[in-house]
């Protein structure tokens, strides 16, 4: 059967988006397994960023200052320094990010579901994300603040949902000092590293986003009521008598073809449809992608 019968009161198009799959990283081992990065990226300081392995002191080829020149450019509009987000004023030159591997991402991360828990001598903060509502539908896609667990005013960083980054640059008290301070490094790890500021424990949600398109279509009662199997023909073409009287068939197979001709899915009817020429059929016919 061939439904070719669509008009604008016939489609129904929507987007599920929900939370797929949940990931921890815990250890520089998981996070190289991974692709799950967390460094620091200086303005003018020459160097490379260190290896998702950072506690091992082992650096990849990619230029800090080259690093911080991205993110500032790509995500916030500046070229020398990024605004923090904690009073929108503060120049900040330092910053602490974290990437996630986009094997991983699937669509991105899903929002509300992000836990970072960040500590150093004598410093330790929990983030939490909070999703900005007025991103939707934005050129950067959706994106978020970081908020401290504890004082929830205090916003130490900014979350870009779909590629899966985290720009720690702000806070206010130890929170801005420590997050912005070049002087130590920044670690995936499940304890404290000497000299280090370590994340010690991330969890998330990927994002799963399905485009969903539904039809709905009539075969009416003049419609699909002859087979077109040749055991059913005379020679000649034409039904045999015993067909013709009040012809019946059963759908078993939707067919949804592009206007030149093209079959481009394929549904089956179960249990399969009786169709007459008494009757007409309404079809509904979901396509997720």
Known sequence: MTLTR?????????KLDTANTQFTFSSSADAVASAFWAFIANSTTAGYLFKPDTTSLSASNVSSSAAFRH????????????LDSYDNTTQRTTVRCVQVGRPLLDEGIYPSTVTAVISATNFCVTAYDVQNQASLGSALGLTGSMVNKSETADKVGTIFYDHGVIVFHGGSGDSGTVLTNSASGFGISGGLAPLFVNLVDFRAQTRNVVKRTIYFTRAFNQDYNFTTNPTGRLADGSLITSLTA???????TVGLYDEEGNLLAVGKVNPAKRKDQYNEVLFKVQLDF
């Open 246 to 252: 009040n012809p019946t068939t059963f759908v078993t």
């Open 71 to 82: 993110l500032a450019n790509y995500f916030f509009g500046t070229n020398t320094y990024i």
């Open 6 to 14: 669509f008009g604008p009161q016939d489609i129904v198009s929507t």
